[in-house]
């Protein structure tokens, strides 16, 4: 296959992100199409936004540019791969049916009907561009079947109900992973409304979300906070909010000592992942301990973002190759043979 069929696609969210109501040409077929897609994955899923999309988007855009789309891949020994994706972030599946499609391989992708619709709509515009990708891009919420290899997602969550029907498999399997940042108490107003948008956006749902500080011994934290106001708006989700509320009455009923700005609460634990309106905190006195820590939380960050980083510091994936888990997928199908 040519990869051009992406980078069309890299072009049609470019569109849809320019794409304005005023606009004196009218928009096209595919583009209301998919505006309309988006509208029933945001009533189903009830988890993003526009704004989480298009920040998807763009960010697809982006790394879409940046391919050869006169690249032709060739593969004698095509296989099926099952995929058990879960959408963290929106478009998050979309980073594996890349790699998946790229290598020269087919992909049948289960999604629950929540996230489904929105994965419809980019792979109609795909094959669309390309109309060989019909055979190879089945995305259904029915059972997998007819496959030589799984790439499963969130293993320790729904591994279990899976394991007995895939075992057989030649398998790719992923644990959860979030991100972790590391603070010295000098970073700038700027850095720590970048670190905002790393904690608060996609509401703290992707591998890349920083759900842990590490922070110096006495920080701070009425210095810090007053920078995270621009994310109130958190508390217009009904989602978030009511996990919030539900964290922060936990909180106060079992006297966990905490921070709390209004939209999210802050507590010393040594764990990594924390739940949604929630975020974690651990104290270091040196680097050595510092390093203690991350090493500690090594297999289970994609990110650890440091003052110097911070100003880069957003939920998606930086460029093309940025594998999730650092699982090189790749390497992973081109042992399929």
Same mark, same amino acid.
Not at 56 to 63: E, K
Not at 220 to 244: I, S
Not at 298 to 303: C, D, G, M, P, V
């Given at each position: 296959?040519?990869?051009? %069929?992406? &980078?069309?696609?890299?072009?049609?969210?470019?569109?849809?992100?320019?794409?304005?109501?005023?606009?004196?040409?009218?928009?096209?077929?595919?583009?209301?199409?998919?505006?309309?897609?988006?509208?029933?994955?945001?009533?189903?899923? @009830?988890?993003?936004?526009?704004?989480?999309?298009? !920040?998807?988007?763009?960010?697809?855009?982006?790394?879409?540019?940046?391919?050869?789309?006169?690249?032709?891949?060739?593969? =004698? %020994?095509?296989?099926?791969?099952?995929?058990?994706?879960?959408?963290?972030?929106?478009?998050?599946? #979309?980073?594996?049916?890349?790699?998946? #499609?790229?290598?020269?391989?087919?992909?049948?992708?289960?999604? =629950?009907? /929540?996230?489904?619709?929105?994965?419809?709509?980019?792979?109609?515009?795909?094959?669309?561009?390309?109309?060989?990708?019909?055979?190879?891009? !089945?995305?259904?919420?029915?059972?997998?079947?007819?496959?030589?290899?799984?790439?499963?997602?969130?293993?320790?969550?729904?591994? %279990?109900?899976?394991?007995?029907?895939?075992?057989? +498999?030649?398998?790719?399997?992923?644990? @959860?992973?979030? %991100?972790?940042?590391?603070? &010295?108490?000098?970073?700038?107003?700027?850095?720590?409304?970048?670190? /905002?948008?790393?904690?608060?956006?996609?509401?703290?749902?992707?591998?890349?979300?920083?759900?842990?500080?590490?922070?110096?011994?006495?920080?701070?934290?009425?210095?810090?906070?007053?920078?995270?106001?621009?994310?109130?708006?958190?508390?217009?989700?009904?989602?978030? *909010?009511?996990?919030?509320?539900?964290?922060?009455?936990?909180?106060?009923?079992?006297?966990? $000592?905490?921070?709390?700005?209004?939209?999210?609460?802050?507590?010393?634990?040594?764990?990594?992942?924390?739940?949604?309106?929630?975020?974690?905190?651990?104290? +270091?006195?040196? $680097?050595? $301990?510092?390093? &203690?820590?991350? *090493?500690?939380?090594?297999?289970?960050?994609?990110?650890?973002?440091?003052?110097?980083?911070?100003?880069?510091?957003?939920?998606?994936?930086?460029?093309?190759?940025?594998?999730?888990?650092?699982?090189?997928?790749?390497?992973?199908?081109? =042992?399929?043979?």
């Amino acid at each position: 296959m040519k990869l051009s %069929s992406f &980078t069309a696609l890299g072009v049609f969210f470019n569109e849809v992100i320019n794409y304005s109501s005023d606009s004196v040409k009218a928009p096209s077929a595919e583009l209301i199409q998919f505006n309309e897609a988006i509208s029933s994955y945001i009533a189903k899923n @009830r988890t993003f936004t526009t704004d989480d999309i298009s !920040i998807a988007i763009s960010c697809w855009s982006n790394l879409l540019s940046s391919i050869n789309s006169n690249e032709t891949i060739e593969n =004698k %020994s095509p296989k099926t791969i099952a995929y058990i994706p879960s959408e963290r972030h929106p478009l998050r599946s #979309l980073f594996d049916i890349f790699h998946i #499609l790229a290598s020269g391989n087919s992909v049948k992708a289960f999604m =629950k009907e /929540g996230d489904k619709e929105l994965a419809d709509a980019v792979a109609a515009i795909l094959i669309k561009n390309d109309p060989e990708l019909a055979k190879r891009l !089945i995305i259904t919420d029915s059972k997998l079947n007819d496959f030589d290899a799984v790439i499963f997602d969130e293993a320790s969550k729904d591994y %279990s109900v899976w394991k007995p029907y895939l075992s057989k +498999y030649p398998q790719l399997v992923r644990n @959860r992973r979030t %991100s972790i940042a590391v603070l &010295t108490g000098t970073e700038s107003p700027n850095e720590l409304l970048q670190l /905002g948008r790393a904690i608060y956006q996609f509401q703290g749902n992707s591998d890349f979300n920083v759900k842990k500080l590490l922070v110096p011994k006495g920080y701070t934290w009425p210095d810090y906070f007053p920078h995270l106001e621009h994310f109130n708006y958190l508390m217009q989700h009904t989602k978030y *909010a009511n996990a919030f509320e539900y964290r922060r009455s936990v909180f106060l009923l079992n006297k966990t $000592e905490h921070w709390d700005n209004g939209f999210s609460l802050y507590t010393q634990n040594e764990e990594q992942d924390a739940p949604m309106g929630v975020v974690y905190y651990q104290e +270091y006195n040196n $680097e050595k $301990e510092l390093n &203690t820590i991350l *090493a500690k939380h090594k297999q289970t960050t994609q990110r650890i973002f440091r003052t110097d980083d911070l100003a880069k510091a957003l939920p998606y994936h930086r460029n093309i190759n940025e594998f999730i888990n650092h699982q090189d997928l790749n390497e992973f199908l081109l =042992k399929l043979g």
